[in-house]
């Protein structure tokens, strides 16, 4: 069932974003003249197709839900009747050919706004970032951060979740690796840095990293390793686990806290864990064999189990982000551009070799991130097609050949020239452009694999 929320999601997230992009360049192209022939959403043997208008434009969806496109009229691909030769691409300008190409991504960075909007008006729900353990010896140590500290900002930034205090903290990384926080500590304010070195910056930037890296760890995560919840097929209460049994242990290794014991029994995959419990204050031990589950992290093992949250918890440690219809807008607007510098500077640090690449994701990783949010509901959806609009705005505006980017490269030259690129080398650049995006396509293919996999 996982696997085919997650495949209803990507084709939900693709199909959404690459038409919100291809009707940017379409409206463009209305505006200024064009006639569009073709307006696909998918490549391969359309599964549908319909004409319409007065042009007779065909409408599309193609059977392979990997992107999209406009054909429009232009006199490079076939002869076209004198009469309709005016409203040939081609025969445009080059700032009316240059304004329906950037329309596109324009579209993506506009949907992603609105979705920001929808987003902070609906109020997006969180956790306040209270730091529970520090590890000795680590950056926040030195910063002289302690448990149950509570971080309000990060270089400036109020972060009243700690989705807001994760982005922070990697975009100051990113930076200049200094990092400024503002923290709560018995009912007072202090402020702190974090120093993090060159060396060391390349790692926390894997997937999953930054946290530990900087010696950081969310407060809920420290708590007892006390069972609380028991799913009904879960392999926890087949093993006779119940409610309020406190792990001591796992195959012998003593667990300090949650974390420590989700960790030791996502590690044993289908293998036959031993669990030394405490019951009432008598001693047991229990056999149990986690089930193994795919996720973006690779092959864990799950029980089924989860801690005894004390009942003012989570009323203590929720947070929300909301604002007016008016504010909503311009939170949206921040939010974009914010995330669309951090994109950037993490492509431009991935190239130099700062960045890990293993943050690059392919298909699989979006349509398992596609799933998980489809059934965390309409805000997380929200909000992860948000990210993937803006990333798959920005990669649209990169100077390859075949992308959006390279013609905007093809119309520079010719404003500058005064004549267009030769058929030759556009040829050339087709081809070169095709490789990049096949490398990159396989690249981030290959990290997929090694998450589920590796």
């Not at 081609?90 to 949907?111: D, K």
């Not at 890990?356 to 909000?383: C, D, E, M, Q, R």
């Not at 995006?437 to 290959?446: G, H, K, N, P, Q």
Request: net charge neutral; hydrophobic share 45%.
């Amino acid at each position: 069932m996982n696997i085919i929320i997650a495949i209803l999601g990507f084709i939900l997230a693709i199909g959404v974003l690459v038409t919100v992009h291809e009707y940017g360049h379409y409206l463009a192209a209305r505006l200024c003249g064009v006639r569009v022939l073709r307006f696909s959403i998918g490549f391969g043997k359309p599964l549908y197709s319909r004409r319409y208008g007065d042009d007779r434009t065909e409408f599309s969806v193609g059977s392979l839900p990997l992107g999209g496109y406009v054909k429009m009229l232009d006199e490079r691909e076939f002869e076209v009747p004198e009469e309709e030769r005016h409203r040939c691409f081609n025969r445009q300008s080059v700032p009316r050919r240059a304004l329906i190409v950037t329309a596109g991504p324009a579209f993506n960075f506009l949907f992603a706004i609105l979705a920001y909007w929808a987003i902070f008006v609906a109020g997006i729900p969180g956790i306040k970032p209270i730091i529970g353990e520090v590890s000795s010896s680590s950056p926040a140590a030195q910063a002289g951060l302690s448990a149950e500290d509570q971080i309000l900002s990060v270089n400036g930034r109020q972060t009243p979740t700690w989705r807001t205090a994760n982005i922070e903290l990697l975009d100051g990384m990113l930076r200049d690796g200094s990092i400024e926080l503002r923290y709560l500590r018995d009912g007072r304010e202090y402020q702190t840095s974090l120093a993090v070195d060159s060396a060391e910056r390349r790692a926390l930037t894997e997937p999953g990293r930054l946290l530990p890296g900087l010696g950081l760890q969310p407060w809920f995560e420290a708590l007892p390793a006390v069972i609380g919840e028991l799913s009904e097929e879960g392999a926890a209460r087949a093993a006779g686990l119940q409610a309020g049994d406190r792990v001591l242990a796992v195959d012998g290794e003593a667990v300090e806290n949650w974390r420590a014991f989700r960790e030791a029994v996502s590690a044993r995959p289908e293998q036959e864990v031993r669990l030394t419990v405490d019951r009432s204050g008598q001693g047991r031990e229990l056999l149990v064999r986690p089930q193994a589950v795919e996720t973006a992290d690779g092959r864990q093992g799950r029980i089924g189990a989860g801690p005894r949250v004390p009942p003012d918890l989570l009323e203590r440690m929720r947070s929300e982000e909301r604002h007016g219809p008016i504010s909503a807008l311009g939170m949206g607007v921040v939010n974009t551009w914010e995330m669309s510098a951090l994109t950037l500077r993490m492509l431009w640090r991935m190239v130099m070799g700062e960045v890990s690449v293993k943050n690059l994701s392919g298909p699989i990783n979006i349509a398992h991130y596609a799933g998980i949010t489809v059934s965390s509901g309409l805000v997380s959806f929200l909000g992860f097609l948000a990210i993937v609009s803006i990333s798959l705005g920005i990669v649209n505006l990169l100077p390859i050949p075949v992308l959006d980017g390279g013609h905007l490269v093809y119309l520079g030259i010719e404003s500058v020239t005064g004549k267009p690129v030769s058929d030759n080398v556009l040829a050339i650049g087709q081809t070169i452009g095709l490789v990049m995006i096949a490398a990159l396509i396989s690249f981030a293919l290959y990290n997929d694999l090694m998450r589920l996999f590796g």
